[in-house]
RNA sequence: UGGUUUAUAUUG
């Protein structure tokens, strides 16, 4: 038993959550059955992995067992409930842990308040804050940006911001990521200005600002249509000794689209190509839309057979969208050709 | 180094 738990152990460890599966088969042909921690970590590999059936099937069998299972495994199915959309499920397993004595940390808190917040129970998500400090598991820097982050998402970015005052005067510093989802929040609010003033906070601050809060900042001013204050953005980025990356260049790009300038979209989309930062899926997927919009039609179909070349997979809508205009420019054929294409490629049509 | 948070694209 020992020696097997320690190979699906050591399997789950390194990714080979797949292999671990078949170990737990000759176990169980075998008669041999797993020990807790071969349990937990098959259980927390299955969840990484994207197996949550599986996944939930093994908790199953050691639930059957009587198996305790210690606090990391339960917060690993938990993340794994809650981002497979689960909520109810996620405390329901909160609420078993408990009844076999295994109490909950901040982890398993974090987990759980971003799992209702972001699944439209924010409330629950809000009382959960509460309760975690009267049992005696204070937040931590985490819980405050997840809680701030639920709240800016569902349009309460004032009550947000609350928070962000709670946590200066409960004495957690802001850490970058604080910053970079206001930021965002801002962003999404179109608040721009604002943005760029708490950036400029968060330095004085001495927080150091990271390519995610650039990429934050050049979205919003993408997005406004200020390029040239995007693009000295990303230089003062280079400046900072950081590389560009994806998410950079496709904001920008999509900056570029937007306002009608694909041909400097275009020359980003070369550079990268250049760069070690090749364009990915999200790049190509902002080209094509930029360059049909124009009406650049069949250079957008030439990048659609580009990224399929290059391992992407174009989106159904990309193909919807490169059919339509192909039809409605009297390109049936070439309209129809794609359609095959797509089909070939293993994209089912809606 | 076993678990949790933030940024870019999508038509009808």
Known sequence: DILYSSLVRVLCKSGRVHEACNYLEVMRSQGLSLTPTGYGSLLCGLCKSNHLQEALLVFEEAEKAGVCLDVFTYSCLMDALGKAGKPAK????????QKTGC????????VLISCLGRHGRVEGALELFETMGTKGIMPDCRTYNIVI??????????KAYLFFGMMKRRKHAPDVVTYNTLLNGLKKLGRTDEAYELFEEMQENKCAPDLTTFGTLIDALAKAGRMDDAEELSSSLVKMGYAPNSYIYNA???????????????ELFQEMMRSDCIPDAVTYTIMIIGLTKQGQTSMAVELCQEMVNKGHTPSVSIYNLLIRSLSSAGQVEQAYSLFKDMIARGCSPD
Do not use: Q, R, T, W
Not at 149 to 158: M, P
Not at 252 to 266: P, R
């Open 252 to 266: 920008l790009i999509s900056g570029y689209c937007k306002c009608a300038h694909v041909d400097k979209g275009y």
């Open 149 to 158: 982050d639920v709240l800016s998402s569902c349009g309460k970015f004032e």
């Open 103 to 110: 109490m909950p940390d901040v982890v398993i808190y974090n």
């Open 90 to 97: 996620s405390l329901e397993v909160f609420d078993y842990m």
